[in-house]
């Protein structure tokens, strides 16, 4: 999807800024081509090609393929501009070593190569830059296939002691790069803290959250200077739903609970009976709103979590993690690969070190608070609101824009964010400034 259909889908037809988020829009596909263009650029000097030869289709596709390998392992040379044909060759020559997943990768080069490029033998510069278009397009939904091979291994293993749903026991998390070839899961329990994906409530249990761990950057491939290829948020599927059953920015916690169960996902069906200690959880939210549960706040992302373990991450109060891409730490010099990365010996110790299942009592009934050992009441809002203001009357009701969700305003924050962005990349001259407002209460923007 492009940036500027994405913009749409999700502001829809409000009419507030859409030409002007419009422009962005294109500004930012306009960079992102470029980008593209400068990396087709360089894998045609790799092959000793000039963009005016005309290629084969042998050539095409051994071209497609050191473009991806720049793609995917852009982050050792951190400007596309600089890079030799030398170093292209260098990372193509050490792709399959560095990504074992690469020869997948190979085949759906070639699937999107068959379904662009014309049907003749041979291809010229645009041509190319057309499929490479194509590529960009379809990669991301071709990349989570490799995440929720991921989530699966994963959820095959997960603890199945009391709160354990979700979760990986951090030793079998090890025990699987030990044991059964999955190198992927090899992060440092430091590092699992800084991406938010360690559950550590129970210091004798450490715990791999799995949703977290899915969709934190550790998993994103492919190097872009305006983003990165990450797994998709399966929980936004999920809160898309309830939001168009609710078509309110809040409800009863008992129109909630009739709603969740009718929303199924990958690993929870639809008519599902939700534990009395979900029920407990979400009256605490609406009893700390005044009655109702604002859907766009922590705290209903927080019993969101629980509701569906394996698909909507635990929300960490903000700023007490700070999730990175490795290379990003290690280019910033604020981590060495021996931090990200646990060694042998570490992951046999923690292996070695772990403490037995605590195993459910058969026909006992747990409690909210082991059940949900992370569980706290800091709440985090998009917009607040008094606690005992009436439904129709809340923030919104005297603004033009009166039927924008909260999380449309969250999509404004982003963009004038991305405009910040734009502005200096298009118009390095210019200045600006940035005002904020000091406050004791915490809001996503």
């Not at 095959?156 to 951090?170: M, N």
């Not at 608070?369 to 923030?395: D, I, K, Y």
Request: with cysteine; proline share 5%.
């Amino acid at each position: 999807m492009h940036v500027q259909e994405l913009f749409e889908k999700r502001l829809g037809t409000h009419g507030l800024g859409l030409k002007e988020l419009a422009i962005l829009a294109s500004s930012l596909e306009h960079l992102v081509h470029v980008e593209a263009l400068d990396r087709l650029g360089v894998s045609y000097l790799a092959k000793n090609l000039t963009q005016e030869d005309v290629l084969s289709e042998e050539e095409a596709i051994d071209l497609l393929d050191v473009y991806m390998s720049v793609y995917i392992l852009g982050f050792l040379h951190s400007d596309l501009k600089t890079m030799t044909a030398d170093t292209a060759q260098e990372l193509h020559s050490n792709i399959l070593e560095l990504y074992p997943t690469w020869p997948e990768t190979q085949q759906f080069l070639r699937e999107v190569y068959r379904s662009v490029a014309p049907k003749r033998d041979y291809l010229y510069f645009n041509e190319m830059e057309n499929v490479i278009a194509e590529i960009g397009e379809r990669y991301g939904r071709f990349q989570d296939i490799e995440c929720r091979q991921f989530k699966d291994w994963l959820v095959a293993i997960e603890d199945s002691g009391v709160g354990g749903a979700g979760r990986v026991r951090i030793s079998d998390f090890y025990g699987q790069a030990l044991n059964n070839d999955k190198w992927q899961f090899s992060e440092s329990v430091d590092y699992l803290r800084q991406l938010g994906a360690l559950d550590d409530s129970d210091p004798s249990n450490l715990r791999v959250i799995i949703p977290n761990y899915i969709s934190g950057p550790s998993n994103c491939v492919a190097s872009s200077a305006y983003y990165s290829v990450c797994c998709l948020d399966e929980c936004e599927g999920i809160l898309g739903r309830l939001e168009q059953l609710v078509s309110a920015p809040q409800a009863p916690a008992s129109t909630i609970l009739s709603l969740v169960p009718m929303i199924s996902s990958a690993t929870m069906p639809s008519n599902r009976t939700l534990s009395p200690w979900l029920h407990h959880r979400l009256d605490e939210i609406a009893q700390h709103h005044g009655g109702l549960v604002p859907l766009h706040g922590r705290l209903f992302a927080q019993w969101l979590h629980y509701a569906y373990p394996r698909e909507c991450t635990f929300p960490h109060a903000a700023g007490t993690i700070d999730p990175q891409r490795p290379e990003d730490l290690i280019i910033a010099g604020h981590a060495t690969e021996n931090d990200i990365s646990a060694n042998e010996t570490v992951m046999k110790q923690v292996v070695a070190d772990a403490a037995p299942v605590k195993h459910r009592v058969p026909g006992s009934e747990t409690l909210a608070s082991e059940e949900s050992a992370m569980w706290s009441m800091h709440e985090e809002l998009v917009v607040w609101r008094p606690a005992n203001e009436p439904v129709g009357h809340w923030w919104f009701s005297t603004h033009p824009m009166k039927s924008v969700s909260g999380r449309m305003l969250a999509m404004l924050g982003a963009v004038l964010s991305l405009s910040i962005v734009l502005v200096r990349s298009l118009e390095p001259g210019l200045n600006g400034k940035c005002a904020q407002k000091g406050s004791s209460e915490k809001y996503y923007v």
